[in-house]
């Protein structure tokens, strides 16, 4: 009972919504294809079978009446996770996200509340096209009123979706479809990962990477890479951008005295110029060098094998950048 | 409207294979290239989608769905430019930006394919307000899915196009036939009950009969250019088993003419679907029965066809990936 298992991000959170469901009957599942179909990445297998069709519910093909539907249950009692199947689809519920869900709380001076997930897929990678490839997690976070959730693996997936669906606030959770299948050893139990707190994925003295979602792995492979000539990176997955854990990762630059922040969506007015001015309000003076941004080029994502790869950052960019940076 | 005549019935038919004979061939070429994630092929809505390319005149504007290579190739886009775009190549008629789901070519009418069930049919009214406004007596075409019916953006776009009388032919391929897996969940008992509701000329058709979608069409796109208003067609079709294609495959085999005057051959899981809602073979039994045609006529044709699609192919993988700075270029004018 208590041993870790190797799970993939997509069970992890499937187990997360199993556990939730079992503990709470007021969490709900909506959204397209969710109930005996199984979701159309399977992420949802088996929930229909145990929860029937008054907690896994199917909608039609209306995301911004479904999702208004979502958020006035949540104000009236239930805690439900919605699903958007591709994160391009959000922008339909753009009106009820904004305008309801992150404002209700603030505008009725805490009379309602919105204790709901909006959980999405995202990202490039799969030939899939301009309509099916972006992450509008910056967009979200902008919007003052709502937490944005990006699981860079399977262990935090399941434990920050644990977290969200107990969450008193709307959460938005960004699942990068690359990464369903990808595993790691999960502890007895899936422990929950507190919202706002960002992880060291490896210790380093020369320079921070700040990375989120997959963007974090190839960190990882450009890290490896790199400490093969000596060079000693340290890597900080925020895993929420909203709240930010501005502690862990400006304690980090302090440390090293070098960041490159790294994030896969385009790169005008997103994450990695929050965080750039974040590091360089609060750490300037241990800087040795600017802060070094790395993220999509400000184009929608072209669907050809050869072009796609060339608006995204890889393992080989950011190891570019960080040679640039200690240069 | 008279008829059509056995030209026109001809004309048709040869769309028609013409689309069946590309969608066969995206399949071998996504067997070969694992080019792209997924494709919702056009098979069964033949009929429907090459009556609504012959009610088209020059200077119409069409937008369709993700669902839209039968369209555009009915339409008369180059097969090789079209292989060559879903394989994200740079001959292809997007230069490889757009991919399967969102094939389009302006010089056709073509402007944009959306991917976004809904983005369609308020791009197709907006079409029509430009052409009404332009006053060239052009049409619109909106082709969408029953699923389209789900979104509100289709309800606003309906009432839009009733109010402002917009030039506009709702083309709605309703594959969501009771017993089947819908693509689409509305409290209406029949699709049109909502166009009807907001005072839209409805009509009905068996979108897998050509000689009815081809009378249909052209009726319909005749009184929207007599009228100026919205007509709003329902075509039903019986959902081909290969319609949502995750990996490329042949579930109902390649067609066979020759089948449609040897139904008791046809055996296994689809029978069903081949022997009664095949448009290919439908039109095939109809042409010989009216005499339009003789098979051996009808097979000389799809032989034709076929040669032309392997010469797309061979284009289309004679075609380099693009140039890697198309990637960044073309977000803007200049
Ligand atoms: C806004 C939006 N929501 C959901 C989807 C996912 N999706 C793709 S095809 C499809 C079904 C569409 O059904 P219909 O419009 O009837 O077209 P069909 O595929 O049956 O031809 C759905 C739900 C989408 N592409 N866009
Ligand atoms: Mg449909």
Redesign the interface.
Known sequence: MDESRLMNFRDAVLEALFLEMRADPNVILVGEDVGAAGGVFKQTQGLFDEFGDRRVI????????AFGMAIGAAMSGMRPVFEVMFG??MT?CMDQLVNQAAKVRYMSNGAARVPLVLRTTMGTG???????SQGFYAWAAHTPGLKVVIPSNAADAGGLMRAAIRDDDPVLFFEDRLLYNSSCEIASGLPIVPIGSARIVREGRDVTIIAIGRMVAFAQEAADRLAKDGVDVEIVDPRTILPLDEATIVGSVKKTHRAIVVDGAPRAYGVTGEIAATIMEQAFDWLDAPVMRIAA????V???????P??RPDANTIENAVRAAIA | MAKPSHAERLELFRRMLHMRRFEEMVIRLAQAYEYTGRQHLHIGHEATGAAVAMAMRAGDKIHTTHRNHGYVIACGADPGRAFAEIMGRRDGLNGGKGGSWHLCDAERGFQSTSAMVGGSIALAAGAAFALKLAGSGNISFAHFGDGTLDEGVAYESLNIASIYELPVLFVCENNSKAGQRPSSMLAAARLQDVPAALQIHCELVDGADSDAAQIAFQKAADRVRETGKPVFIEATLERWPGSHQVKAAFPTGVTDLSLALNLDKVEGKHADWIKQSDPILRATRALIKDGVSDLVGLLEMDAKVNLLMEDARSFAEASPFPDASVAFTGVFAS
């Open positions: 199917d909608t039609p093909i209306s995301e911004p009446g391009d689809f339909l799969a030939n899939l096209g301009p309509q099916h080029v400000n184009a929608p072209p669907v050809s094998r050869s072009l796609e060339l608006v």
